[in-house]
């Protein structure tokens, strides 16, 4: 038996340094829990495919829930700093907040920091 037969195999690659502080860690789970609903993932979606922030009014229909319901989840977003909330009138209007986006972005990023 050689050397290199009793040497330790080398188990896995080992860790970056850590790229997020703990406020960082902490702000972008609160992010992630309000998206923990599947009505909530399909706002988020289509407010990301408009051109500019949407009534809570047109919300209700493509997504087959009651616009109370719907003021609900959008409360929820808001809160978690995922949405931008603009009154108008009596109506409400919302988009994506896209600097939350970038930040879910860059935790799912699995192409790593930038070299």
């Known amino acids: ?6 040497a330790p195999a080398a188990c896995c690659a ?4 850590p790229s997020m502080t ?5 702000a972008t789970a ?6 923990a609903d599947p009505q909530r993932v399909r706002i988020v979606n289509l407010l990301a ?6 009534c ?3 919300l209700t229909e493509p997504l087959g829930i009651s616009q109370p319901t719907v003021s609900h989840h959008l409360k929820k977003l808001v809160a978690a700093g995922l949405l931008e909330r603009e009154q108008r009138g009596t109506w409400a209007y919302y988009s994506l907040n896209h600097d939350a986006m ?6 799912a990023d ?6």
């Open 56 to 58: 809570v009014c047109d």
């Open 110 to 115: 699995l192409q790593g920091p930038p070299r």
């Open 102 to 107: 970038r930040r879910l972005a860059d935790v």
């Open 22 to 26: 703990d406020e960082e860690v902490t």
């Open 1 to 6: 038996m050689s050397a290199a037969d009793t």
């Open 14 to 17: 080992p860790l970056g340094t």
């Open 49 to 54: 495919g408009a051109s500019a922030a949407v």
């Open 30 to 35: 609160t992010l992630f829990k309000a998206l």
